[in-house]
């Protein structure tokens, strides 16, 4: 049971938008930044979105992330094939004194 | 580039020692907390823990304290994470990656490569 909750799929059609939801508590999300990471089959995660809404050097501005409270959202617009992977979210957590993940979303170019 | 390269994967079996490396390039290798990140098969990330090269201070999450040890040498650039006695449930793929901190935020990257542990009987 990861700390910060995520559905465990979610699916698209090419050049459709996706949102992908990280849900968390006062000790993480609710009281530090949350950030993206994508991971592609079979390859190490990657930074996709830092700061809860800044974009790294080379992620496509299709890529975008919010936080409001003790919930953060991961949307991508203009779906395309090769954003078909895993994302997670993760923060710092206060309780744990340690970096929490969410457990991952799946996501599905059809 | 600032890069992380891990070592190679590694098949032992329980009760042996493993010590895996990460090396870092590219930047100033003391000056970011390198962490260990866990990912068992099928399975999403875990935080393990991390340490500072400069000085070596380390912690761990609660779910890895007394398991694995971490532990840096600056001079060669390496972070490293140990087992003294490995179990099946060890299997898993490790990853390092750097802490980058500015303003009140902080997030990894780059990530190494992934060293794949393999402990079976």
């Known amino acids: 049971q990861s700390v910060l909750t995520q559905p465990p799929s979610a699916s698209g059609t090419p050049g459709q938008r996706v949102t992908i939801s990280c849900s968390g508590s006062?000790?993480?999300?609710?009281?530090?930044?949350v950030n993206w990471y994508q991971q592609l089959p079979g390859t190490a995660p990657k930074l996709l979105i830092y700061s809860n809404n800044q974009r790294p050097s080379g992620v496509p501005d299709r890529f975008s992330g919010s936080k409001s409270g003790t919930s953060a959202s991961l949307a991508i617009s203009g779906l395309q094939s090769e954003d078909e992977a895993d994302y997670y979210c993760a923060a710092w957590d206060d309780s744990l004194n340690g970096w929490v993940f969410g457990g991952g979303t799946k996501l599905t170019v059809l | 580039e600032v890069q992380l390269v891990q070592s190679g994967a590694e098949v032992k079996k329980p009760g042996e020692s493993l010590r895996i490396s990460c090396k870092g390039s590219?930047?100033?290798?003391?000056?970011?907390?390198i962490s260990w990140v866990r990912q068992m098969p099928g399975k999403g990330l875990e935080w393990m823990g991390r340490?500072?090269?400069?000085?070596?201070?380390?912690n761990y999450s609660p779910s890895f304290q007394g398991h694995v040890t971490i532990s840096a040498d600056k001079s060669i650039s390496t972070a490293y994470l140990q087992w003294s006695s490995l179990k099946a449930s060890d299997t898993a793929i490790y990853y390092c990656?750097?802490?980058?901190?500015?303003?009140?935020?902080?997030?990894?990257?780059?990530w190494g490569q992934g060293t794949l542990v393999t402990v079976s009987s």
């Open positions: 340490i500072d090269p400069g000085d070596s201070r380390t």
């Open positions: 590219g930047y100033s290798f003391p000056t970011y907390w």
């Open positions: 990656a750097s802490l980058r901190i500015a303003a009140a935020a902080n997030w990894f990257d780059p």
């Open positions: 006062s000790s993480n999300i609710g009281s530090y930044t």
